[in-house]
């Protein structure tokens, strides 16, 4: 289970665009739950993810998987446990190495690089089998850099190697935002597909409503960092596109907009 408990933060302190955040803000992630955020620009989606991944520090607070405190652990040790995937498809993938060079790296994460080859052919069926779960036929191109596939396939590719080493959360950033319509829309089938089929705890922040609506088994609406919006279960599933705009325009028409 994931905890975040009492988390205060605080941006540009002491300057005269200082921002409070947080103010003890308090989340509960059960194992196996596929959480959809959403909410405004500023509402507070990706800094929670930030500070879940250790990417910026926080005042005060607790940040706590399966009853341990990590809130002061390196981003790069919690990334042993932790699989991300970002807006951006060129994020997170060597565009210059091929699909067996990236796979390899990601197969190596959170383990010691020596001057051994990095490289293990003997685990290029074991890549196979994890790409042809996508159903794109990556599996087939591992000798294929990167960079000359499409953003589509490169965040198919990203998704897997993000979850390739046993993790205990995935996190999802608008990772369908840079792409097409129907691009966006297999990538959020396959994601899925993979939270489902490896049992995976999941967390995806996005500003598309009906992939908020439709996907996981919770929403969350974020606003001015606290949370407004918490449907789980049966709720969730009753939730409609509808139900959420209004209130985005509620909350709009209080800022004045």
Same mark, same amino acid.
């Given at each position: 289970?994931?905890?975040?408990?009492?988390?205060?933060?605080?941006y540009n302190?002491?300057?005269?665009?200082?921002?409070?955040?947080?103010?003890?803000? /308090?989340?509960k992630?059960?194992?196996?739950?596929?959480?959809?955020?959403?909410?405004? /620009?500023?509402s507070g989606?990706t800094?929670?993810?930030?500070?879940i991944?250790?990417?910026i520090?926080?005042?005060?607070?607790?940040?706590?998987?399966?009853g341990?405190?990590i809130?002061k652990?390196?981003?790069?040790?919690?990334y042993?446990?932790?699989?991300?995937v970002?807006?951006?498809?060129?994020?997170?993938?060597?565009?210059?190495?091929?699909?067996l060079? /990236?796979m390899?790296?990601a197969?190596?994460k959170?383990?010691?690089f020596?001057?051994?080859?990095?490289?293990n052919k003997?685990?290029?069926?074991?890549?196979?089998?994890?790409?042809?779960?996508?159903?794109?036929?990556?599996?087939?191109?591992?000798?294929v850099?990167?960079g000359?596939l499409?953003g589509?396939?490169?965040?198919?590719?990203?998704l897997?190697m993000?979850?390739?080493?046993?993790?205990?959360?995935?996190?999802?950033?608008?990772?369908?935002a840079?792409?097409?319509?129907?691009?966006?829309?297999?990538?959020?089938?396959?994601?899925?597909?993979?939270?489902?089929?490896?049992?995976l705890t999941?967390?995806?922040v996005?500003?598309?409503?009906?992939?908020?609506a439709?996907?996981?088994?919770r929403?969350?609406?974020m606003?001015?960092?606290?949370?407004?919006?918490?449907?789980?279960?049966?709720?969730?599933?009753?939730?409609r596109?509808?139900?959420?705009?209004?209130?985005f325009?509620?909350?709009?028409?209080e800022?004045?907009?």
């Amino acid at each position: 289970m994931l905890e975040l408990k009492d988390i205060s933060k605080v941006y540009n302190p002491g300057t005269v665009t200082e921002m409070c955040l947080f103010d003890k803000f /308090n989340l509960k992630v059960d194992d196996g739950e596929f959480v959809a955020i959403v909410g405004s /620009n500023g509402s507070g989606k990706t800094s929670m993810l930030n500070i879940i991944c250790g990417s910026i520090p926080i005042e005060g607070g607790e940040v706590l998987i399966g009853g341990k405190n990590i809130a002061k652990m390196k981003d790069y040790q919690r990334y042993r446990t932790i699989g991300r995937v970002y807006q951006d498809p060129s994020v997170g993938t060597c565009p210059n190495l091929t699909m067996l060079e /990236n796979m390899s790296l990601a197969d190596h994460k959170g383990g010691i690089f020596g001057l051994s080859r990095g490289i293990n052919k003997a685990r290029e069926n074991y890549y196979k089998e994890q790409l042809s779960i996508l159903g794109l036929g990556l599996e087939d191109k591992m000798h294929v850099k990167l960079g000359s596939l499409s953003g589509g396939q490169r965040q198919a590719a990203a998704l897997i190697m993000s979850t390739l080493t046993p993790i205990e959360f995935l996190i999802l950033d608008e990772h369908t935002a840079a792409l097409d319509p129907k691009t966006a829309e297999t990538i959020m089938m396959l994601t899925d597909k993979v939270v489902r089929e490896k049992k995976l705890t999941a967390m995806m922040v996005t500003h598309n409503l009906r992939y908020a609506a439709e996907y996981g088994t919770r929403l969350i609406m974020m606003d001015k960092g606290g949370i407004v919006l918490d449907k789980t279960g049966e709720d969730k599933k009753c939730v409609r596109v509808e139900d959420i705009l209004e209130i985005f325009t509620e909350i709009s028409i209080e800022c004045g907009n």
